[in-house]
């Protein structure tokens, strides 16, 4: 039945175009998952200005990223996808949520240090309560997992805090979901800096979803590997993490394992594999681009798309912040 399927929830910042990384990481699994699964996936636009945007671009990037979660195959007939700020209760629960957080915890969590470090002229309130925020999204719908890449793990961790210390004084209110990560594709590190997280900030490391075939290839066959004389493809995080990343990413996207790819590579060095990889990725992603700007030809479709998205999600969260304010002790209105 429905409404005993389990229940998934994540979403994305359209603080920046889509990447490889949010993809193998985060939005391929979802389609993956989207079948057995009832489903909820936003775009995080309230969380895009603790960093200062561009308005206009906010809201024509938000508008593409909801077309290209439909085109990477998410169905809105059977997924819900909305818009954050369309959705009042994302800010009410998240106040609520930041009186049950620790100055502590949010000081600890390693987002809030890197972000502080990039704009350490904008170090604002929202910045630093962002997890409380990010545990109202969540728990606004009660779901079973919360399906991200690794380097959000820290944030589902503090979210199960949190509403583990609510149900802790109110009783059991909010189902505490454990974080869904991955098995390839977790960490897409950074083409020319592979020590890093492949992320918009790093432009010439970093593949993104809509990008033209020949940049794409161009960022592949530039990808930093190692001077190894032979060239051996061969995994071997700790000392070879630019090989490995592109093995991973290729693993991820073509779904061979990695004795299979040192085998198909084996005796052809970098020069072979780099293309490869980068020929492997561009297929998976020309669909995708082609679907995408096809969507963003008919606005009225996707308005269409979040409008009903909002509709269904508002209703549960809803249900949600009724039940959280009753149990603090808010009057009924
Ligand atoms: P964000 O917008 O930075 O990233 C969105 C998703 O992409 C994954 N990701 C990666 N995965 C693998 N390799 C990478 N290089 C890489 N870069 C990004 C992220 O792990 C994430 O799954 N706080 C969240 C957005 C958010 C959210 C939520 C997520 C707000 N509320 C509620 C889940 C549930 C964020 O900043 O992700």
């Given at each position: 039945m429905e409404n005993e399927k389990k229940v998934l929830l994540s979403g994305i910042q359209p603080s920046g175009e889509l990447h490889l990384g949010n993809y193998l990481g985060a939005i391929k699994n979802w389609a993956d998952l989207s079948q057995d699964f009832d489903c909820y996936w936003f775009?995080?636009?309230?969380?895009?200005i603790t960093v200062r945007q561009v308005p206009a671009e906010l809201r024509r990037r938000t508008l593409t990223q909801i077309a290209t979660y439909i085109a990477c195959g998410l169905d809105p007939e059977r997924n819900t996808i909305f818009v954050q700020?369309?959705?009042?209760a994302h800010a009410q629960l998240g106040w609520v949520l930041q009186c049950y957080t620790m100055f502590g915890e949010l000081s600890r969590m390693t987002q809030f240090k890197d972000k502080s470090a990039k704009h350490a002229d904008n170090i604002n309130a929202g910045l630093f309560t962002y997890p409380s925020l990010m545990a109202a999204d969540i728990l606004l719908y009660q779901p079973d997992y919360v399906p991200v890449g690794a380097d959000q793990k820290q944030h589902v961790e503090i979210c199960r805090d949190i509403a583990n210390r609510f149900n802790g004084i109110y009783g059991e209110v909010f189902k505490v979901p454990e974080p869904y990560i991955p098995k390839a594709g977790a960490r897409v590190r950074s083409l020319?800096?592979?020590d890093t997280k492949m992320s918009k900030s790093l432009p010439e490391g970093c593949v993104f979803l809509l990008e033209k075939p020949e940049d794409i290839m161009r960022k592949f066959k530039r990808a930093v590997t190692d001077?190894?004389?032979?060239?051996p493809v061969r995994y071997d995080l700790e000392n070879k993490p630019g090989v490995a990343n592109l093995m991973q990413i290729y693993s991820a996207v073509t779904g061979k394992t990695f004795e299979t790819i040192e085998r198909e590579f084996a005796g052809q060095g970098y020069g072979a594999f780099k293309p490869a990889v980068g020929e492997a990725v561009i297929e998976t992603l020309r669909p995708i681009r082609e679907e995408t700007e096809r969507l963003l030809a008919d606005k009225g479709y996707l308005e269409s798309v979040y409008r009903a998205g909002a509709e269904r999600a508002g209703k549960i969260a809803w249900r949600t912040l009724s039940k959280v304010y009753k149990k603090v002790g808010f009057l009924a209105p």
């Open positions: 775009m995080a636009d309230l969380h895009t700020s369309h959705i009042p020319n800096q592979p001077s190894d004389r032979e060239n």
